[in-house]
């Protein structure tokens, strides 16, 4: 019983120190540490972001998230500027082709340290891309046109390709093709990259991380731009899930820039000046796939009733704040390849009845099963307005939010019967060409992987696939035979083709220097920004 | 006696061997593909082929069990379908934040449960055991998710005292060295006297602190209560007060005392159900614990994390109902 | 002694029996208050689609024109984000998680009665066998395996009861198991042993039947907990799907915009909080006239 009183004693000796604290610190846990006096304090860019940061250090590999992350650690040949269409050099200072399309030359860029001390040169630009290749992982399909790299010296390195490809867009990709040291690659062992150490050329190298919840990065010295003017010492990428969290910590300028905030939120937030609210484009569009192997919807006057019925001005209105327009055709407005003259299906629910009259529902009386990514806010009102309207037209959906893995696994049944009716998602090209929406998601599939209208049609595939080896060769003959599938595809309607998003970040108002560029979602170049 | 122990040790082990057959039958049972996952969203075909042979998946079920239970003996859990890292490794990652709540939120629960009960048990019938009872009925029947919430509302929101979440300030975080000792961060920063990460710390843990408590405070009381009262009916304490004991030292130092037995089960008990209740706080609190862990392995299906997260909390759960039997069949007073 | 009459004999006690408890239970003030609830809930629950104002809000229809407005005359409780009347919802919530509730309870009945009349009255080898698996079952932490089952079979509500149902049964077992091995030796079983009734209509005609009573009056008590597990089972996301109104998904969506609409998560909260307090403390009445320790008549 002694033992008991004494451990009590204890125990409340620690809660008054608690209480006494507490009292003294006036509830506190707003005040930031204070800066010890003439020491210099780094200056630290915070990101709050809303998911993982990386997953996968490898950067022959990660495809998801890490791009967040590994473009401001690794670079890549060039970069590709959607607003202006250029290509811009970055680690290759030039490239040419030639005529057929096949040979394309780099020259590398001289003066370039990588973060282990090795110079860059044409043999880690050989050795990264083929590593990247020979992995097989992640993006590593978008070099499937590369038949052979080769080093004609230093600083010259050749591509030979097995058919036409837009390579200078590929070698700008966000994922999948970063130059590492090939001093690096040959010194460890195949896992080292993804054991979370990094080799890039990039402004910023690793300090620490916390596997899907945060990362610290440190200005690399030797960085081949220098670091004259204004830039930030350390980088801090951090998973802030719940909104509010992020809402909080941009407003009380603890968080530099965040994103993905509800619309409701950024109404708010237009009227503080503590924060900049910034709405830029995307290429990320939101589409909803018919099931074409299952009645009633492989019936085309169904789908294309159901197209009508969709509510496309509400869903923009409110499911997404107004930060959306209503997409025409698959390719997002603002990326090459989108037809500006497409027909657009609109929202008319008379159109709607009399085409399931004719596809012999008069009364309507379908059951149809909506799958949409569980979390995801956007999708969830879509869906429930979607639901809406279309109860007015006699048909009943019921909604499913599920993770995205199951979502992906009951969508590729092989027993196309048991498989959902309607599947939402969004889709963002890997490099910036429409072949990745138009071969992706509408190419005619063996085995099932994102054709989830599991659409066929032979002549489509011969126009994109014509189209995406004319677009290494000759750019405008490819974009017209892009459109001319799409008219296939508007009038097939395999997929409502939603709305086309937007951007909304928001930064501290004394963040600077911030571009957002749609072709690396989510990415910020935390190089180029600075406090002010 | 040590019979006892030896039993209930032996029915323990077998217990968690149950739990890893079942948590092991459940991911094998569902339908989806981890080899998909591990190659990520947006995989080829051959890349799944490929990673189903990696992950030992085109084996028959036995074998995958075998080499599962093999892994486990080594404290293998396997390697996240996400981040493709040891789970075990995450775990630890994870495990400091949710220990700490749940160790502030328990103590927090004695401190306030057992006067409650005690006060409810004095005074049986009366006012003040109305409103105790329905203070720790309450209690019990409050979903945690929600008060975090209106929690949020009143002091983040309404009365701008404390911080919305997470487990210290962003700036406090980046601008200086937090102690890093035992991993504890309330505790590494008392004892290197680093008062103002401390303080920071205190700020944040308060509101999930109180959420988590309110639960075991509930059933702290309710114990406390019932094991009171049934000693209070006992004839050494009806001796007691027949000799003119003053009745505070009869309830304070004889009844309670006697009680003491079942109320450390039912706190040793309460701390399984306080770390799947974390669960649900942790993700509205960002707090970097277990549960913010979980709760992103369910939206991703990451099944070696879920698993390894059940495994650990059936675990810990098993350990503490051991532990708290044989506080039990040691105390003399409480055998059966 | 004729048939009729030995029932008769065996039934009047219990009606007496049943009559004390309720004059017992409606005895305490917070008791009776809590029954009077818990009726209210179960009338509200039947009457819902027909009491709601707005009962196109329920499913059907959305007004997002009206989106996130505060309690007013025209919507009392406010409006959700899709302009919903969130009164309709949290009233029509009642049935519901009733709903789910008694199914969810009532699939664990199912499982968990047979085996624990199977233990009890049979014993030896299979009793441990059962025993033991329940044991496995009841080291769980009682929401993980929920959570567990649920994140595997895919989010639905119907998933969720399942979940729940396949969780919960082992505390009837548990509880059937006990009252079977009490009743196996007494006469009227024994009678029916020796005239060779076979072991089936033995379980379920003579054990089952009497030592039902405690089971069920324990499944009524859980009722509260069911629902809070299926709410916060809905809150991870893994219960209700919109648009349906269930609290749990309620609150769960309303984690993106309550701290500019406060009252769209404080009354589906506050409707799980109610619902849960009053069959716990009903609960807690019951258990207290029930346990012959406590009982003071």
């Known amino acids: 019983m002694k033992l008991y009183s004494g451990k009590k004693s204890i125990v409340m000796t620690v809660i008054l120190v608690m209480l006494v604290t507490l009292a003294a610190s006036g509830c506190g846990g707003r005040d930031v540490g204070q800066n010890d006096a003439g020491e210099v304090q780094p200056k630290i860019a915070f990101y709050a972001f809303n998911s993982e940061p990386i997953l996968d250090w490898d950067p022959s590999v990660e495809y998801s998230n890490g791009i967040v992350v590994l473009n401001n650690v690794y670079e890549t040949l060039l970069r590709y500027e959607p607003i202006s269409e250029e290509v811009i050099p970055v680690l290759a200072t030039e490239y040419t082709k030639s005529d057929d399309g096949l040979t394309w030359t780099f020259k590398i860029r001289e003066g370039v340290k990588f973060h282990n001390g090795a110079d860059l040169t044409a043999k880690d630009v050989k050795a990264s891309i083929d590593r ?77 991380f916390k596997m899907g919840d945060e990362v610290v990065l440190t200005k690399f010295d030797d960085y081949w731009k220098g670091w004259e003017g204004e830039h930030f010492d350390k980088v801090v990428i951090k998973k802030i899930p719940e909104t509010a969290s992020r809402r909080q910590l941009v407003e009380k300028g603890e968080a530099d820039v965040t994103m993905e905030l509800p619309y409701e939120d950024i109404e708010v937030l237009k009227g503080n000046p503590a924060v900049n609210v910034m709405e830029v484009p995307s290429f990320q569009n939101l589409l909803v796939f ?56 609109r929202h008319d629910l008379d159109k709607a009845r009399e085409l399931l009259a004719r596809a012999g529902y008069p009364d309507g009386g379908l059951e149809l099963l909506f799958t949409y990514m569980a979390g995801d806010e956007a999708e969830k009102k879509t869906a429930e307005l979607f639901k809406a309207e279309l109860a007015k037209i006699g048909i009943n959906m019921e909604i499913r939010g599920m993770p995205w893995e199951s979502q992906w696994e009951l969508s590729r049944n092989p027993d196309a019967q048991k498989r959902q009716d309607l599947l939402t998602m969004y889709w963002w090209p890997d490099y910036a060409s429409p072949y990745s929406w138009l071969y992706s998601l509408y190419h005619s599939e063996e085995e099932i992987l994102f054709n989830l209208s599991y659409w066929k049609n032979a002549e489509y595939d011969r126009l994109i696939d014509k189209g995406n080896e004319m677009s290494g060769i000759d750019i405008e003959e490819a974009e017209n035979l892009y459109i001319q599938a799409q008219e296939i595809l508007v009038d097939e309607a395999p997929s409502i083709f939603a709305y086309d998003k937007k951007y909304v970040w928001v930064t501290n108002s004394s963040f600077k220097g911030f571009k957002s560029n749609p072709i690396y979602p989510n990415v910020v170049f935390f190089y180029d920004t600075y406090r002010e | ?51 189903k042979i990696e992950l030992g998946l085109d084996k028959p079920l036995y074998v995958q069990l075998e080499r599962y239970l093999a892994d486990l003996a080594k404290g293998d859990l396997g390697r996240s379908l996400r981040s493709h890292q040891p789970v075990s490794a995450e775990l630890k990652a994870y495990l400091p934040a949710t220990i700490e709540l749940v160790l502030v939120s328990t103590i927090v629960a004695v401190i306030i449960g057992i006067p409650l009960g005690v006060a409810s048990a004095k005074r049986k019938d009366h006012m003040v055991d109305h409103v105790s009872r329905f203070f720790s009925v309450g209690a019990v029947s409050l979903p945690t998710f929600w008060v975090g919430m209106f929690l949020q509302l009143i002091f983040y929101r309404w009365l701008g005292l404390l911080p919305l979440g997470g487990q210290l300030s962003m700036g406090i975080k980046l601008t200086r060295e937090i102690p890093h000792i035992t991993g504890f961060l309330m505790f590494d920063s008392l004892i290197t006297g680093d008062f103002v990460v401390f303080r920071d710390a205190l700020a944040h843990i308060i509101l999930p602190g109180i959420t988590v ?115 039990i069949a040691l105390d003399p007073r409480v055998r059966v | 002694m004729t048939k009729s009459s030995g029932i008769m004999n065996s039934i009047k006690p219990r009606i007496t029996e049943i009559k004390l408890s309720l004059y017992l239970l409606c005895r305490n003030r917070l008791t009776r208050l809590s029954l009077g609830v818990v009726i209210l809930l179960g009338l509200t629950a039947l009457a819902a689609p027909f009491i709601v104002p707005h009962p196109e809000h329920i499913e059907t229809e959305a007004n997002p024109v009206d989106k996130l407005l505060p309690p007013s005359g025209k919507y009392y409780f406010g409006t959700d984000e899709l302009g919903r009347d969130i009164f309709s919802r949290v009233i029509y919530g009642t049935r519901i998680s009733l709903q789910t509730a008694l199914i ?67 505390w009837y077992t548990r509880l059937i198991r006990g009252q079977a091995v009490s009743i196996r030796e007494r006469q009227f079983v024994k009678a029916a042993r020796a005239i060779g009734t076979p072991p089936v209509r033995i379980i379920f005609g003579h054990i089952v039947p009497n030592c039902i009573a405690p089971v069920i009056v324990q499944a009524s008590m859980d009722i509260g907990g069911v629902i809070l597990t299926i709410a916060s089972l809905s809150f991870l996301g893994l219960g209700a799907q919109p648009p349906t109104p269930e609290w749990g998904l309620m609150v769960s969506t309303s984690r993106n915009y309550f701290l500019n609409a406060w009252w769209y998560s404080i009354f589906p909260g506050l409707a799980i909080f109610v619902t849960v307090l009053v069959f716990n403390l009903l609960g807690d009445g019951l258990r207290e006239i029930l346990d012959p320790k406590t009982r003071k008549i």
């Not at chain 1, 200078?168 to 054991?195: H, R, T, V």
């Not at chain 1, 009645?295 to 959306?324: E, H, T, W």
């Not at chain 2, 149950?18 to 075909?45: D, E, Y």
């Open chain 1, 132 to 208: 990247t290749i020979a992995l097989g992982q992640g993006a590593a399909f978008v070099w499937d046109p590369v038949e052979e790299i080769v080093v004609k010296d230093d600083y010259t390195v050749d591509f030979k390709l097995k058919y036409p490809a837009p390579l200078d867009l590929i070698a700008s990709s966000g994922y999948a093709a970063f130059i590492m040291s090939s001093e690096a690659i040959e010194a460890n062992p195949e896992d080292w990259f993804s054991q979370g150490n990094v080799a890039g050329t990039g402004p910023y190298t690793l300090q620490s």
């Open chain 1, 290 to 345: 018919f099931n074409t192997e299952k009645a009633p919807l492989d019936n085309k006057l169904v789908r294309q009733a159901i197209s009508y019925a969709f509510p496309y001005g509400d869903v923009v209105k409110y499911a997404m704040g107004g930060y959306a327009v209503q997409g025409r055709g698959p390719i997002p407005v603002g990326h090459w390849g989108h037809g500006d003259n497409l027909f657009q299906y």
């Open chain 2, 1 to 51: 006696m040590r019979s006892f122990i030896v039993k209930r040790v032996l029915l323990g082990i077998l217990v968690l061997f149950g739990v890893i057959l079942i948590t092991f039958v459940l991911t094998r049972v569902i339908p989806s593909n981890p080899a998909a996952q591990w190659v990520g969203q947006r995989a080829t075909a051959e890349q799944i082929e490929a990673a």
């Open chain 2, 213 to 327: 408590a309110l639960y075991p405070i509930g059933l702290v009381a309710r114990m406390t209560r019932s094991a009171l009262l049934e000693i209070l009916d006992e004839d050494y304490i009806r001796a007691a007060r027949s000799y003119g004991l003053p009745e505070r030292m009869v309830l304070w130092s004889y009844a309670l005392k006697n009680s003491l037995g079942p109320t450390a089960t039912v706190v040793a008990l309460s701390i399984g159900y306080t770390l799947v209740n974390t669960f649900l706080v942790e993700a509205i609190f960002s707090w970097p614990g277990i549960g913010s862990y979980i709760s992103s392995a369910v939206i991703s299906l990451d099944y070696p994390a879920i698993m390894g997260v059940t495994i650990f909390s059936a675990c810990a759960y098993v350990v503490l109902n051991l532990v708290a039997d044989v506080i």
């Open chain 3, 104 to 170: 969810a309870v009532g699939l664990a009945l199912l499982i968990g009665i047979p085996l624990g009349a199977i233990a009890g009255a049979t014993g030896g080898m299979v009793d441990e066998v059962i025993m033991r698996i329940t044991d496995i079952f009841l080291s769980f932490p009682p929401l993980l395996l929920a959570i567990a089952i649920a994140a595997f079979l895919g989010p639905s509500l119907e998933n969720a009861m399942l979940a729940i149902g396949v969780s919960w049964w082992p």
